[in-house]
């Protein structure tokens, strides 16, 4: 069991906006900002999508954003593409022992 | 450009041990910190530890205490990761990947697939 959940699947039609959850504890996404999330299609490493919760990367759209309410980030992707259908995962900073934690990943399918 | 490219691919009977390494490239070796994490086929990533090239200094998920341990060479800006009295539950891909910012990683390498049978 991951220590950040996440919903196992999402899907939107292209063009549409979807958000992606991520709930942890006040240890880890609740206790700092320095959740993260990447983007990682098939065979391939992950890739860096959003840093310290809302920021992004060189390179990355902007349709991608982050967010967090206390114990709960977010992931939105607004005008869907069908490039986006890939898994998600969000991972924390957590004041335990293992330091970084993710969630168990949301596969995305674009319709 | 930054590139992380990781050892090949390794079979290994249980018991054994095994180690990846992880060649950096296209900018300063020891100005970031490597991460490692591993995904089992089919399933989620997992967080084994850090690694600070500058120092040596080392963190691991206490899952992997006692059985992991992080090291390089800065002379040739090479991470190195390796993994002892395998199981087959330790079959999965390892990857390296550069932190960024805190909880955060930026490059990522190519995957090394451990297997770990009999």
């Known amino acids: 069991q991951s220590a950040l959940t996440q919903p196992a699947s999402v899907s939107g039609s292209p063009g549409q906006s979807i958000t992606i959850s991520c709930t942890g504890t006040?240890?880890?996404?609740?206790?700092?900002?320095?959740v993260s999330w990447y983007q990682q299609h098939p065979g391939k490493a992950p890739k860096l999508m959003i840093y310290?919760?809302?920021n992004r990367p060189s390179g990355v759209p902007d349709r991608f954003s982050g967010s967090k309410s206390g114990n709960t980030a977010s992931l939105t992707i607004s005008g869907l593409q069908a490039e986006d259908e890939a898994d998600y995962y969000c991972?924390?900073?957590?004041?335990?022992?293992?330091?970084?934690?993710f969630g168990g990943g949301t596969k995305l399918t674009v319709l | 450009q930054v590139q992380l490219v990781q050892s090949g691919a390794e079979v290994k009977k249980p018991g054994a041990s095994v180690k990846v390494s992880c060649k950096a490239s296209?900018?300063?070796?020891?100005?970031?910190?490597i991460n490692w994490v591993r995904q089992a086929t089919g399933q989620g990533l997992e967080w084994m530890g850090w690694?600070?090239?500058?120092?040596?200094?080392?963190g691991y998920a206490q899952k992997f205490q006692g059985r992991v341990t992080m090291t390089r060479n800065t002379s040739i800006s090479t991470a190195y990761m390796e993994l002892s009295s395998l199981r087959s539950e330790d079959t999965a891909v390892y990857y390296c990947?550069?932190?960024?910012?805190?909880?955060?990683?930026?490059?990522w390498g190519q995957g090394t697939l451990v297997t770990v049978s009999s």
């Open positions: 990947a550069r932190d960024t910012a805190v909880a955060s990683s930026d490059y």
């Open positions: 310290e919760v809302s």
């Open positions: 296209g900018y300063t070796f020891t100005s970031y910190d």
């Open positions: 690694m600070n090239p500058n120092s040596g200094n080392t």
């Open positions: 991972s924390s900073y957590t004041s335990s022992s293992t330091h970084v934690v």
């Open positions: 006040s240890s880890d996404v609740g206790g700092y900002n320095y």
